[in-house]
């Protein structure tokens, strides 16, 4: 139980378009779902908190109008990564919510030329 | 601030060799713990976690660890290292908010195991 799955697993773009990127829990329902980045070598940074139903809470530092959050339903958050530059190339995990704690989508690897 | 800090960013042992991954928070209460572990490429997989109670938690994969509340610690161990283990290895911690559970995260011990 409490899997939750991403989509793409790997994406390249070019500068300037946009790249959408899929979270889903499998097996469970999730009010709250996270998005994280994580640079090579380095810890996972919480980007943004999403709630169903509702507007994403950011953290300082985390542009809302590039990084574009969506939680339509209670399986499925979307980040839209918007006019997509070479520096927004990372590794970007989701993570969704059970009464048992958080679980971590596999990863989404985008790269940006 | 609230923080959790991995002192060692690289270990390297010997397989069949015995474990320890320090883990230390900074908090005004005791958050709720967790360690987790990363492959190559990969999400995160929950190896642990503390809530309360009994402060020596078992895990998967034969991983335990011990919360110290005397030295604000919650280092992960295990008693006897397989190849297969080699990963990233996460230290969190849980933040209650009124805007959704916060995970913090350490930096990260990258553990190597040498045949």
């Known amino acids: 139980g409490a899997v939750v799955s991403q989509h793409p697993s790997r994406v390249i773009c070019k500068s300037g378009t946009s790249v959408k990127i899929e979270c889903r829990s499998l097996d469970f329902q999730a009010t709250t779902m996270f998005w994280y980045r994580q640079f090579p070598k380095q810890s996972l940074m919480l980007m943004a908190t999403?709630?169903?139903?509702?507007?994403?809470?950011?953290e300082q530092g985390v542009e809302k109008d590039k990084f574009l959050i969506n939680h339509a339903s209670l399986t499925l958050s979307t980040l839209t990564v918007t006019s997509a530059h070479p520096e927004d190339s990372s590794f970007y995990i989701c993570?969704?919510?059970?009464?048992?704690?958080?679980?971590f989508g596999p990863g989404t690897r985008l790269t940006v030329t | 601030a609230q923080s959790v800090t991995q002192p060692d960013i690289h270990i390297t042992v010997s397989e069949g060799a015995s474990l320890e991954l320090r883990c230390n928070y900074s908090?005004?209460?005791?958050?709720?713990l967790f360690w987790y572990v990363q492959s190559p490429g990969q999400g995160l997989q929950l190896l642990l976690k503390y809530f309360s109670g009994d402060t020596l938690v078992q895990g998967i994969k034969g991983f335990e660890a011990e919360f110290k509340r005397s030295q604000s610690s919650f280092n992960l161990r295990k008693p006897s290292v397989h190849w297969s283990d080699a990963a990233e290895y996460f230290c969190?911690?849980?933040?209650?908010?009124?805007?959704?559970?916060?995970?913090?995260f350490g930096t990260g011990t990258q553990l190597k195991v040498e045949l």
């Open positions: 908090y005004g209460a005791t958050p709720y």
């Open positions: 969190a911690a849980l933040i209650l908010t009124g805007g959704g559970n916060k995970l913090t």
């Open positions: 999403s709630n169903e139903g509702s507007k994403a809470t950011y």
């Open positions: 993570s969704a919510e059970a009464p048992s704690g958080q679980y």
